[in-house]
């Protein structure tokens, strides 16, 4: 309707003059003269007046929201180096980062969130300010441990980065060491970053991995809010929800999180430039019935109507059609090599979208599912000839849910509170997400989003892959959870506007609750640099070959090495982890090396009810025993060295007991006495 | 070896007949001669390098596979860590230390 024919809403205009009434006009010829038309003739004006004046300018808006925001962002950005400061790591117990933090980070976080508040609720949000408070938000929650805290937190984090620089040696992941070797694809991305830029090792990727990562995840999130939900506030709050609700810390440096980024294009793609719904373009209703007073039809006529319309097409020129289509084939073919599970669940999820006719492009499915099929026949048959059992599961191994939930159920009060808290975060965003899938349910019809967070659920079959599991399940759909919670929230608040207010106050209860949460474990997941700088100097010195053993297996004790030192945990007869059963287990094992780390003493007192001290009375009777000198101590941190010749490949290894056994030939030379003075103070 | 060469190699072949239709799917859309002689052979080439595909992998490692997960054994012939993905988790709980020893003085 263009602005000559709407009406006003009064009686009809007055029928135009002779002058004005539709005219046969003779068309010009070559050499007729040229001539003006006559613009339209103003309407008059109705009995209600004239019609309102089109819209002026906007008001300039108030100060308050010009540099509201971007005052609250520059606060919470300059407190964060004091908090930094200010924050007293040394002695965290079982509540972990929370009560270690200095006020100024706790103000930083309110701040950051004030921003995003004012920001949103302002008469124009503007999306460059709303991405900066994004970023600010992500720094002062997620980010927060990576400010305040100078090494990485996380074994896993460190493993990882020791399997890179496994790669990065001769570019061959090596065998026989751990089964995330026959998934190469990070860590040869990460080898050959390293190598291109020269360095040596990754700390300073590992420090800030989690919040670049949740970043990048946010955008996902915030681009398919945008699809799914519309409007222009709905997919901001979608993505800080996604961040507040993101407790389930798999964005520290490891494949998941770079799978989870190519999950995100994917679905991105799917539901939004390729997104497409079967409509029938003669007006037949399909299903579900779209009006309570349509007529309704026979369900085998609706589901055969639907079945049989084409879904409509996407707009783009072919050209970018065919773009998105090659990157989102580069996305499914990288993710084969990288990760174990996320090709299942992006494929699943396509498969959804295929069978509903939401998306053009269903080729993309078959891609997916024979580069998987390729990759894990013929790229990871040494993984699945040689251990069959993780697919298959065996009969001594838990569940995912046993070990996701009930084996984790233990430590100190602070422990099981944190803990709690997780069972508690996934069940509310389960409601929220059910709420969400109702009221979308109702307006538009549609009860694809909540299968397609449903939908990695069914990965739970494999019970053999270990308690994380679970948590790769949640993170697997909270994408999706988090855009239906966030339509069920704007539901609510759209109806009393006051409730906008309790919203803020939630926000602010959950960002507290996400510090608490992710940071429930710091105690003994914490990394210093004293712990890095020992191991590295332990590697150094331990001869090529030698067994590099922590006592338990949480510090950053394969950094490196890996492939080399034997120092995964890889003991059999339950000497797994040294600790379960010390002196048995280093009797066995033989480490040449032994690691202690305070993470380790953390992690007995806090989780597993050991008394305070018990890493160094082991460390003592293994020192008193003349089994291994001290290398290095200080404080809980220790590197013991064992006192007997290298054994030789090949060559049974002298009995240790027999001190005037004769060395084989070639073996290294003895190590030195057991009283050599060790490189630190004892604790 | 000869055989999981030829398999990459077909899995090539496969994605550059899926790209190949998808060109001339996309570029025809719109047009009267949607499903013209170079879209009706590109569909039939495209099932027929993923059918040579799936015998390619039936082949090469396809009906060991099947095997093994029917008998649910294989004989391991590498060590490998404790769980697919070993190491610490956050809030993993790993087996409780055993107490500390005893003073040896004692």
Redesign the interface.
Known sequence: MTSETRRTGGPDPVEAGAGERTQYMQPPGPDSPTSAVRGPVPRPAGPDGPPPPPPGPPAPLSPLWVWGAPVLAVLAVLLLPLAAATSDLSDMGGWGLAPALSPLAWVALALAIACCVVELWSPRPRIPMLGAATTVLILCSTGMPSVVQPQARFTTAWLISGFVDAVAGNGVPPTGVDARFYWPGFFAQWAWFRDAAGADQLDTILRWYPPAVVAVWAIGVYALARSMLGGTRAPWVAAWLFVGLNWIEQDYFSPQATAIVLLLTVLTFALGPLATRRVDNAGVPGWPRPHRGAPPLPRWRRWLISALTPPNQPTLPARQLLLIYFCAALCLIALAPTHQLTPFAIIGQLVVLAIVGRFRGRGLVIVATLTVVVFILIGARDFWMTQISMITGGSDEGGAIEAGFFDRLEGDTGQLVVKLLRVLMPGLTWLLAIAGAWVYWKRRRDLVPIALAGIPMGMAVVQSYGGELLLRVLLFGLPILTILAVDALRAFVRVDRKRERLMAGAMVVLFLLLIVIRGGNDAYLDVTTEDVQMTRQAYDQAPPGATVQPLATVGPYALEGVGDHNNMASGGDGCGILASDPFRCIDLVQPQTLLFYKSMEKQGVVLNGEQPGWTVAIREQLIASGQYRATYENGFNAVLVRNEPLPQPGVPAPDAAAPDAVAPEGAAPAAPAPDAPAQGGTP | MTG?AL??IV?LL??AV??A???VV??N?GRLSTAGSAQRGLTVA?VGS?VL?VVM?TA???I??VD??IN??????????????????????????????A??AN
């Open positions: 999981f398999t990459w899995f496969v994605l899926f790209a239709r998808a060109w996309e570029t859309r495209a993923v595909l992998l090469n490692g396809g060991e596979l093994l997960l649910g054994e294989a004989t391991v012939t590498a060590p490998s860590d404790q769980a697919a993905t070993g190491g610490q988790q956050p809030g993993e709980a790993p087996p409780a230390p055993a107490p500390p020893p003073d040896p």
